[in-house]
């Protein structure tokens, strides 16, 4: 029987503190957690027949996104509790759900409320529907998530009520950092997300980062993530001002053709195409360049 719970869970309140104060957060979590996270083993036997089942169209986004390379690399394994920082369509959800299987947990993880404000096109019908967003996300799990899958549930970076803290093994931002360090200057967003998801993970517990790269060369203006890249160095230091240990990086998602300048945005780059209208010798060019060139980063609670 499908498990679905629908969970108002801790707020991921990522905070650029200081090391003390961060020591003692982490001290406070821990000693109320019942459990510390252990690297369990990764079945990559079941991975490959779950990404057997997958449909055509994500199966076309395989080599760019290495699913299989990537879960392994994070440590991700049956019956863990994995939270997912914005899920949106499911691409990785619909993975995560059979892979995790009925001994597991998967948490969806949207922006918290404010966030959302701060996008041109949130006008306030789309925010009155966003307060559904947790409940939604666990009802359309029942089309893709197997009888014998994880508990699903879902939440925002938003929600402060610590119901999670020291509860899940691993947190994944998938392609999800952007806006967070976009929007860091109006609301503090990358630090709200960051600290939750240091409060809601186990002592020990990990996070896997997929993320748009900007060149390391490029400026800390353009690569604040409006054009959705971001610098590899910066985001290793954000995570290691909210308590993190970075453990290693992973060359699985890269993309050397993909050089960013000037104005140019991720979204011109497949599967969007963003810009290149009809113009069909430029969408070859882009086409030709491939999906971006992406970061892997597994980081550690400490």
Request: charged content about 25%.
């Amino acid at each position: 029987m499908r498990k679905l719970l629908t969970v108002t869970a801790a707020a991921f309140i990522f905070a650029a503190c200081t090391s003390d104060d961060m020591a003692t957060k982490s001290s406070s979590a821990d000693a109320g957690s019942a459990t510390t996270y252990k690297m369990a083993k990764v079945d990559t036997a079941k991975l490959t027949d779950v990404l057997a089942t997958q449909s055509d169209e994500a199966k076309s986004r395989f080599d760019a996104r290495n699913p299989a390379e990537t879960l392994e690399f994070f440590g991700i394994a049956p019956g863990m509790a994995v939270g997912e920082a914005l899920p949106g369509g499911g691409w990785y959800s619909k993975i995560l759900a059979p892979y995790l299987g009925e001994d597991g947990q998967l948490v969806g993880i949207d922006y918290a409320l404010e966030t959302w404000t701060e996008f041109s096109f949130a006008n306030e019908a789309f925010i009155e529907n966003k307060k559904k967003w947790p409940t939604e996300f666990v009802e359309k799990s029942k089309e893709w998530s197997p009888v014998d899958g994880p508990k699903i549930s879902a939440t925002t970076f938003g929600d402060t009520s610590g119901a999670m803290n020291g509860q899940l093994d691993a947190v994944l931002y998938v392609r999800a950092m952007h806006n967070l360090s976009r929007f860091q200057a109006e609301g503090q967003y990358m630090t709200q997300a960051l600290k939750m998801t240091h409060d809601v993970l186990k002592p020990g517990g990990v996070v896997g980062v997929v993320q748009h790269r900007a060149p390391a060369d490029a400026t800390d203006e353009w690569a604040i993530g409006s054009a959705g890249y971001l610098k590899q160095a910066n985001v290793i230091a954000a995570f290691e001002a909210a308590g993190f240990e970075f453990v290693k990086s992973s060359e699985i998602n890269a993309n050397p053709k993909d050089m960013p300048s000037g104005d140019d945005v991720v979204w011109r780059l497949p599967p969007s195409l963003r810009g290149a209208g009809d113009d069909k010798a430029l969408e070859a060019e882009r086409a030709a360049i491939g999906e971006s060139d992406r970061m892997t980063l597994l980081f550690k609670k400490i």
